[in-house]
């Protein structure tokens, strides 16, 4: 039993080829389930569909005990909020046609195991693109679990009230016009709780969205701490430090490293 633990320990902690294809394979994982859950909603009543969510919870069940049973002091992944992301979405999809609407929590496994410094050192060691352009990379993963998840507070919101929003595709849409300010018009939410979700968006997504966007389009920087003045963000060219005209001496990596 102690070789087995410590088989599943490796592969999740791991450092071997074997152990990276298993963590990309997760990662590969979330991600379908999440294509699978936007596509899933416009059909949600085919038999199909229900056999698939039954697959995907016995995965992420395994996944979840897998972590548990690993993990040096498992009650603290009690306190984790992915955690418990993780029971709703199981509930979730054993029980589709009660708790449909909080699929969209499968969203958060992503960012979890984009955001987990194994996955991180993996995608770096593999993937000279990744390494070059981490920071873009995980910008447009956090605008999309953003978008993600505030399409899914108007999906839950309005999807029984609202004749307008059926799928989640239409709260993506209204959503999606919301944020970038650009308001068609032909989809509103109804209702006071609609009228707040709007608020919401207006007041506080606005701000996070254009703050999201602006790290993508921003220009490309590195890291690297002057040793005068200890600024930490310089262009990927630069020669002198910014702030205080130090000479920086920045490693840069060739196209085939």
């Known amino acids: ?25 997760l990662l590969a994982f979330d991600i379908a389930s999440i294509v699978f859950f936007i596509a899933s909603s416009l059909s949600r009543d085919e038999a199909w569909i229900y056999w698939v969510d039954a697959g995907i919870a016995i995965v992420i069940i395994a996944d979840l005990a897998a972590r548990f049973w690993i993990a040096p002091q498992p009650a603290r992944m009690l306190a984790q909020l992915t955690t418990w992301a993780d029971i709703i979405v199981i509930v979730t999809l054993l029980l589709p046609t009660v708790l449909e609407s909080y699929l969209f929590l499968r969203v958060l496994r992503a960012l979890r195991l984009l955001r987990s410094y194994r996955v991180l050192a993996d995608l770096r060691q593999e993937f000279y ?14 605008l999309m679990v953003f978008v993600f998840v505030m399409t899914a507070l108007v999906y839950v919101m309005q999807v029984n009230t609202n004749a307008k ?50 790290t993508i389009f921003r220009p490309p920087h590195v890291s690297f701490e002057c ?9 990927t060219d630069a020669v002198h430090c910014k702030h205080c005209g130090r000479v920086l001496h920045i490693k840069t990596e060739g196209e085939g490293d």
């Open 129 to 142: 693109f990744f390494r070059r352009n981490e920071e873009i990379i995980q910008s447009v993963v956090n």
């Open 1 to 25: 039993m102690k070789s087995l633990k410590e088989s599943v320990r490796n592969l999740y902690h791991g450092n071997s080829r074997t152990a990276r294809s298993f963590r990309f394979g």
């Open 165 to 214: 929003i059926t799928n989640y595709i239409d709260a993506l849409y209204f959503t999606v016009t919301a944020l970038t300010t650009t308001g068609f018009g032909d989809i509103t939410l109804e209702g006071t709780s609609g009228r707040l979700l709007s608020i919401v968006i207006l007041l506080i997504g606005v701000a996070l969205f254009l703050r999201l966007v602006q």
């Open 227 to 235: 040793p005068d003045c200890g600024l930490q963000r310089h262009d």
